[in-house]
């Protein structure tokens, strides 16, 4: 099983993903920046957080035009596993590799905090570790995070299928007060249609280690592992 | 082209003109006005500072570098910076403030270390004035739009209202690294024939002259006139630059590095070629723009851009890294034997000076010292009890900084630990690294000398409470201007201050800067005293919890009626016959050995707004019961005092305390003497949430 981590200029949580993947998992997980291109296969690609480009035009837009997205679109195509998270989830969504767009936080300011979540569907590659409906703590970091989607029909987005994650209080209940960016229904965690790409705002590396204060994002990680294993068995 | 000479006093010209035996050149006058004014030579204050210890056996290197080196483990040595962007932040705070992280931060880059965390204290008028406020919006906008960016969590702050900062904020900046212990650069040459190489942003027109800007104070027109002066920050090319240092520094091949600062590459270059000398050739700069001239290249404060040594056969694969990062880099000089600086511009000389008098040259600036003894004798306060309380906790220094801090990305990095206690906790190579930063200008300008001591004393208590030990100080030295004479003792008071507790300490003061000038012709203002420090410590990676119900609270030290400077005095106007008397440095060490036998989060010292703020924030739910006087009890700002949660009264042995009541119920219940008040929940929640509710505009 081999992981990469892409670097772009600006990237910043390329080496924090990778620790966790390798120090935390044992994954065998290669740095790989963006000019280099892909020289193999991987069984999973990270976009990891950070600002690409200085988010300067649009977060990931700059990003999503790199030639290294077509390796990873291809990738992709192939039904194996990309993760997104935050700038990366933003560079997703430029791509076309998942439904909606991420758009500047309904504050207009800059959120780092710790967030509860729910987990909409522990059915995917990412969330299998989960159970369905659990609650879980995890921090934001982000300018512009707030999801956006048409919802007209035969958009192909439906929030049965393609939502992973949604904001809500402590207690799992979802509401405006427990949106910190203005999402619509509070997404955070959205699917692409075959289910193999996840494009997430928050931060499971950050939440990978009791003393830096929650392990539950690291399940993100364990269920790709386990996805991956099963699947070569 | 100016006159450019003109803006050099008589005397500085006299000096010049006598050292040189004629008229120095167009770019040589501007490089004697940026290079000898106050911010680059230290020519007020070189004296005084050399009063400061600055060894110890934990020092590698000392103050004189871009940062200092000092010792953390045997695999890991910090490189650690403060810088102040004060003038700039008020021409345009979003930029000014930017460019102050930007530049503190390339400072810690270019001694080859990774920068790690920031801390940011910071000085506004009152936030009743709508500009204020926007002062205020603005520069935690571009701390946080730069820090964020490059990737370097902010982790500690100060914030601190006084209306003597409404025409001249201060927004300081600490930024600590990492480095491998014997793999740190310094910004000396090394071997004359070596070349230097300029990577990084191109060159363009902005930020010129702003040394000399920074050494003046701020007039009624600045807004207008200076804005040429103030940079604009690229986060972006600045995280490139982080990253192809780093993977120079990792080649071993990079012999020098420096960053370009105030003064920009004439400042750079000439203090980097040191004892040897360089030449320069302007022409050979990746510009910008077009038609610059040699003054305009050598004095640009373009942001991101570093100046490097390597040895000829090392520069393409330099330039291959820079190439990596797209970034431009050009081979713009090298290191020569004769003691002098060299500047060709189309192969014409036009800047020939002696390395030594452009560099060390400035002449000292002495100014007349007269005391003052601003006293004010307490006048008791009338305020409801439970009327001041509320004010005390809704008093934006002691309120919630939620509003600040979820601006910034703490966590990236992965080292924070936590940001919630007296210290920021990062965890580094298996043990802690605690960081505390500030000061209190109020008490300092009442009694400046005793009150820098207590301002140091107060960080290094933030440390202890987290189990920490202080390993240096960094500083900020923040005044008016010298030719004040009550402000040129102000400015010797503090200095001498903070000598006497870091020496009390055994903690060295390692490096930092001086910002004079502090003052407002707009509003007829000059800033309080601000010797605005960063602090840094370690300990053991504890726990950290909150007390659990049950537990029992101590007041450690003894509470003196010390209300000038407070802020009851700034709510009240209450005044205080004395400003607070110096604490005994040994309660430390037993406040320190108390919570690495508990937890973190047992302990918080007592500071601004007094024991009414400790209890509230730590002990929120408890019933507590005291002796004499209530206004003095609750809200003076006596140095030396801790709360302490404990639920084994043996570990509290060899401290001097009182019990004073027990955590219990759901409110905090406080009795003294035939006077009672009750703060609930919802009450406390709504004051903590005061200064988020007033930059939100719900206020």
């Known amino acids: 099983m081999r992981f990469a981590v892409i670097q772009f200029g600006g990237s910043n949580c390329?080496?924090?993903?990778?620790?966790v993947l390798s120090d935390l998992l044992n994954i065998e997980t290669d740095l790989i920046w963006y000019k280099e291109r892909l020289n193999r296969d991987y069984d999973a690609i990270i976009l990891p957080g950070g600002f690409s480009y200085g988010d300067y035009l649009r977060a990931g837009a700059i990003a999503a035009r790199t030639p290294i997205m077509n390796d990873i679109i291809d990738h992709a195509k192939k039904g194996k596993l990309v993760l997104g998270i935050c700038n990366g989830a933003q560079i997703c969504a430029e791509s076309g590799l998942v439904p909606g767009t991420f758009t500047?936080?309904?504050?207009?300011?800059?959120?780092?905090?710790?967030?509860?979540?729910?987990?909409?569907?522990?059915?995917?590659?990412?969330?299998?570790?989960?159970?369905?409906?659990?609650?879980?703590?995890?921090?934001?970091?982000?300018?512009?995070?707030?999801?956006?989607?048409?919802?007209?029909?035969?958009?192909?987005?439906?929030?049965?299928?393609?939502?992973?994650?949604?904001?809500?209080?402590?207690?799992?209940?979802?509401?405006?007060?427990?949106?910190?960016?203005?999402?619509l229904h509070g997404i955070t965690g959205v699917l692409s249609d075959s289910g193999n790409v996840l494009a997430m705002m928050p931060h499971p590396e950050r939440a990978s280690e009791l003393l830096?204060?929650?392990n539950e994002g690291i399940k993100i990680f364990t269920s790709m592992r386990d996805h991956i294993e099963n699947s070569k068995k | 082209m100016n006159d450019l000479s003109s803006m050099l006093s008589p005397e500085?010209?006299?000096?010049?003109?006598?050292?040189?035996?004629?008229?120095?050149?167009?770019?040589?006058?501007?490089?004697?006005?940026?290079?000898?004014?106050?911010?680059?030579?230290?020519?007020?204050?070189?004296?005084?500072?050399?009063?400061?210890?600055?060894?110890?056996?934990?020092?590698?290197?000392?103050?004189?570098?871009?940062?200092?080196?000092?010792?953390?483990?045997?695999?890991?040595s910090l490189a650690v910076g403060m810088e102040s962007h004060n003038h700039p932040s008020y021409v345009d705070p979003h930029d000014?403030?930017?460019?102050?992280?930007?530049?503190?931060?390339?400072?810690?880059?270019?001694?080859?270390?990774?920068?790690?965390?920031?801390?940011?204290?910071?000085?506004?008028?009152?936030?009743?004035?709508?500009?204020?406020?926007?002062?205020l919006e603005h520069v935690v906008a571009g701390i946080g739009g730069y820090g964020n960016c490059i990737g370097v969590p902010v982790v500690r702050g100060d914030l601190v209202f006084d209306n003597s900062y409404k025409g001249n904020p201060l927004v300081n900046v600490v930024c600590v690294g990492t480095v491998s212990p014997g793999r740190f650069l310094t910004a000396r040459v090394k071997k004359a024939g070596n070349h230097l190489v300029l990577i990084g942003s191109r060159t363009g027109r902005d930020g010129l002259g702003g040394a000399s800007f920074a050494s003046r104070d701020l007039s009624e027109e600045s807004e207008a006139e200076d804005r040429p002066s103030v940079q604009i920050g690229d986060p972006y090319t600045e995280k490139l630059l982080i990253e192809a240092i780093l993977e120079m520094a990792e080649t071993g091949k990079l012999l020098a590095c420096r960053d370009l600062g105030a003064a920009g590459l004439a400042g750079a270059s000439s203090e980097m070629c040191g004892e040897l000398g360089g030449e320069f050739h302007a022409d050979r700069v990746h510009m910008r723009e077009t038609g610059m001239n040699e003054v305009e290249i050598m004095l640009s404060e373009s942001q991101e851009r570093m100046l490097v040594e390597v040895s000829p056969s090392d520069v393409n694969l330099i330039g291959k890294i820079a190439e990596k990062y797209d970034l431009m880099w050009s081979d713009i000089g090298k290191v020569i034997t004769e003691p002098y600086y060299r500047i060709y511009l189309n192969g014409e000389i036009v800047c020939n000076l002696p390395l030594d008098l452009l560099v060390d040259g400035a002449p000292p600036c002495e100014w007349v010292k007269t005391p003052y003894f601003p006293e004010k004798p307490y006048s008791p306060v009338q305020m409801d009890l439970k009327e001041l309380?509320?004010?005390?906790?809704?008093?934006?220094?002691?309120?919630?900084?939620?509003?600040?801090?979820?601006?910034?990305?703490?966590?990236?990095?992965?080292?924070?630990?936590s940001i919630a206690h007296d210290a920021a906790l990062l965890r580094l190579g298996g043990e802690m690294l605690a960081l505390s930063c500030g000061c209190n200008p109020r008490h300092i300008y009442l009694a400046p000398r005793p009150g820098t001591e207590n301002t140091v004393y107060e960080n290094a208590a933030n440390l202890a409470c987290v189990g920490a030990k202080p390993l240096c100080i960094v500083n900020c030295l923040n005044f008016a201007s010298p030719m004040h004479p009550d402000i040129a003792w102000q400015i010797e008071e503090s200095v001498l201050g903070m000598g006497t507790m870091a020496r009390k300490l055994e903690t060295p003061v390692v490096g930092?800067?001086?910002?004079?000038?502090?003052?407002?012709?707009?509003?007829?203002?000059?800033?309080?005293?601000?010797?605005?420090?960063?602090?840094?410590?370690?300990?053991?990676?504890?726990?950290?919890?909150?007390?659990?119900?049950?537990?029992?609270?101590?007041?450690?030290?003894?509470?003196?009626?010390?209300?000038?400077?407070?802020?009851?005095?700034?709510?009240?106007?209450?005044?205080?016959?004395?400003?607070?008397?110096?604490?005994?440095?040994?309660?430390?060490?037993?406040?320190?050995?108390?919570?690495?036998?508990?937890?973190?989060?047992?302990?918080?010292?007592?500071?601004?707004?007094?024991?009414?703020?400790?209890?509230?924030?730590?002990?929120p739910h408890a019933r507590v019961k005291l002796e004499g006087d209530a206004v003095t009890n609750l809200f003076s700002e006596t140095y030396g005092r801790f709360l302490v949660a404990f639920s084994n009264?043996?570990?509290?042995?060899g401290l001097d305390y009182q019990v004073i009541g027990t955590i219990d119920g759901d409110s905090l219940f406080i009795q003294c003497g035939n006077r009672s008040i009750i703060i609930n929940d919802d009450e406390r929640t709504h004051a903590f949430e005061t200064l988020t509710e007033t930059l939100e505009r719900k206020k």
């Open chain 1, 14 to 19: 390329d080496r924090d993903t990778h620790y």
């Open chain 1, 104 to 183: 500047t936080n309904i504050s207009n300011l800059f959120i780092c905090k710790r967030v509860s979540l729910k987990v909409k569907n522990n059915k995917s590659p990412f969330t299998k570790n989960f159970n369905a409906g659990e609650v879980i703590s995890l921090p934001i970091a982000h300018k512009e995070g707030r999801f956006l989607v048409d919802e007209v029909k035969g958009s192909g987005f439906s929030e049965k299928e393609n939502v992973v994650f949604t904001f809500c209080d402590e207690n799992g209940d979802n509401g405006n007060s427990s949106n910190p960016n203005g999402s």
């Open chain 1, 212 to 214: 830096l204060g929650s």
């Open chain 2, 12 to 76: 500085d010209q006299g000096a010049i003109f006598a050292a040189l035996g004629r008229k120095p050149t167009p770019l040589e006058s501007a490089c004697f006005e940026n290079i000898w004014s106050e911010h680059c030579s230290y020519r007020s204050t070189r004296h005084l500072l050399r009063t400061l210890p600055t060894t110890g056996p934990g020092v590698i290197l000392g103050p004189g570098d871009d940062a200092a080196i000092v010792r953390f483990s045997d695999t890991i």
């Open chain 2, 96 to 135: 000014g403030a930017a460019t102050g992280v930007g530049g503190i931060v390339r400072d810690v880059l270019s001694m080859g270390a990774r920068p790690i965390a920031l801390m940011d204290p910071l000085y506004f008028g009152n936030l009743n004035e709508e500009k204020n406020r926007y002062l």
């Open chain 2, 389 to 417: 309380a509320l004010n005390v906790l809704s008093h934006p220094e002691v309120a919630g900084k939620d509003w600040v801090f979820t601006q910034y990305d703490h966590d990236v990095q992965l080292r924070t630990i």
């Open chain 2, 512 to 619: 930092g800067n001086v910002s004079l000038y502090n003052e407002s012709d707009e509003f007829n203002t000059t800033i309080l005293p601000t010797p605005s420090i960063g602090i840094l410590g370690k300990g053991d990676i504890l726990q950290h919890k909150v007390p659990e119900e049950g537990s029992e609270i101590a007041l450690v030290g003894v509470t003196g009626e010390h209300f000038g400077g407070s802020v009851i005095d700034t709510i009240t106007g209450c005044g205080g016959a004395a400003p607070p008397t110096v604490p005994d440095v040994s309660c430390l060490q037993k406040i320190h050995d108390y919570v690495n036998s508990t937890f973190v989060g047992s302990v918080t010292d007592l500071s601004q707004g007094g024991l009414l703020a400790g209890l509230a924030e730590l002990t």
């Open chain 2, 649 to 653: 009264e043996s570990n509290l042995k």
